[in-house]
């Protein structure tokens, strides 16, 4: 059925957009740096609006200062495309003909001996030709520089992604109608690809349907396994809706599961139970990790839960903060991140449950809803 649920948000404007790029300019500055250069990917559109159709070699970039206005280089033959963009009111446009040299456009952007922090996603080509401009500089990645950037979210971000997990736990209360036995695990991910894209999601980032021995990598892509009587099935699927991400798992299980399969589902239900009531503000992103390694570990499965407990969400479905040992930094409330404790028994089956979480001023709020037990599917 086609997605018919609350009317989509109000559009961000141009005064989002300016606010977005002044904070990050001013951030910069805090952290000693002379400015960020920002390309094409999920910073760009995050700051501006603007995101090119088709990411080439040819440069765009967007630099930012504290003391300067915004301003974004783009190819000339696509400048209207970036003038329409909801952002482009708050930026200085310009743009570069082919037949140019782009980086000594761009360098007249930038100071010559500045330290510049530069969007992850960015082209080794453009980074290498903006250091053969300007020798002088030097850089940092972004998310190094910055990571929390864009780690804590305003009320207008939190409804979308609240939005987006409705329409995943739509989507997981759907799949459980139908057929598991006797089909394909590919078979299943495209059932819930296409139940995404009813329930309002424009894009569908992946879809893991792990059955039996397959549950047992966190990140297998559903293939063409049958899925058979007895099986245990890791769901684990997501993507964007109004801009946002989804990202949910669940593992099910085909016909009535036997003890150990209920007693690993229950350790991993326990993990991720402790892992959500440790959420509040000021503790470390690490310490999170350890409250749900700690359940798993006393149960003895320790060395079975082979991954980090989250990351952060956002415009990605991947993105800091990440929780894992060695990540000092604090929750802060507006924080948005996926816990997802798993066990994983090599050959034989695989437990993950995950919910995206935002750290609120007293706790934790859960985006997701729907029942962590293990669901028993046909």
């Known amino acids: ?71 974004l280089l783009v190819p000339a033959l696509e400048q209207g495309d970036a003038l329409a963009a909801p952002g482009a009111g708050a930026v200085t ?19 010559p001996q500045g330290r510049y922090g530069i969007s992850d996603s960015s082209w080794a080509l453009h980074l290498l030709g903006l250091q053969r401009a300007l020798p002088g500089t030097a850089w940092t990645g972004l998310s190094e520089a910055l990571p929390m950037l864009r780690a804590v979210k305003d009320e207008a971000e939190l409804e979308r992604l609240a939005a987006a997990g409705a329409a995943a736990d739509a989507a997981y209360e759907e799949v459980l109608k139908v057929r598991f036995a006797g089909r394909r695990e590919s078979e299943v991910a495209a059932d819930l690809a296409r139940l995404l894209l009813e329930h309002g999601h424009s894009q569908v980032d992946f879809t893991v349907v792990g059955s039996g021995p397959n549950g047992a990598n966190p ?81 003895g499965y320790g060395e079975y839960f082979i991954h ?30 996926s816990i997802e404790p798993g066990i994983y028994l090599p050959g034989r089956f695989g437990v993950r ?18 029942p962590h037990g293990m669901a028993v599917v046909a």
């Not at 209920?262 to 999170?288: L, N, T």
């Not at 415009?315 to 924080?335: D, S």
């Not at 449950?353 to 729907?370: A, H, K, Q, Y």
């Open 1 to 71: 059925m086609p997605d018919i649920g609350t009317p989509p948000p109000a559009p961000f404007t141009r005064d989002d957009y300016a606010a977005r790029m002044a904070r990050a300019a001013r951030s910069a500055a805090e952290a000693g740096l002379a400015g960020l250069v920002v390309m094409p990917g999920p910073d760009l559109a995050w700051l501006t609006g603007y995101l090119p159709t088709a990411t080439t070699e040819r440069l765009t970039l967007l630099a930012l200062s504290a003391d300067e206005q915004p301003r």
């Open 93 to 111: 446009v310009s743009g570069w003909l082919d037949g140019e040299d782009p980086y000594v456009a761009a360098a007249a952007l930038l100071r």
């Open 219 to 299: 990140h297998h892509e559903a293939g063409e396994r049958v899925i058979g009587e007895g099986d245990m099935v890791v769901l684990d699927f997501g993507g964007l809706k109004h801009g946002y991400g989804s990202d949910t798992t669940r593992t099910v299980h085909v016909g009535e599961p036997g003890a150990e399969e209920r007693r690993v589902h229950d350790i991993v239900r326990q993990a991720q139970q402790a892992a959500f009531e440790a959420v509040r503000p000021g503790i470390s992103c690490q310490d999170v990790d350890r409250v749900a390694r700690a359940v798993i570990t006393e149960a």
């Open 308 to 337: 980090r407990t989250g990351h952060g969400i956002g415009v990605t479905t991947h993105e800091p903060p990440y929780l894992v040992e060695g990540e000092e930094l604090p929750l802060v409330p507006g924080m948005c991140f």
């Open 353 to 370: 449950i995950e919910d995206i979480v935002v750290c609120t001023e007293d706790g934790g709020r859960r985006l997701n809803s729907t």
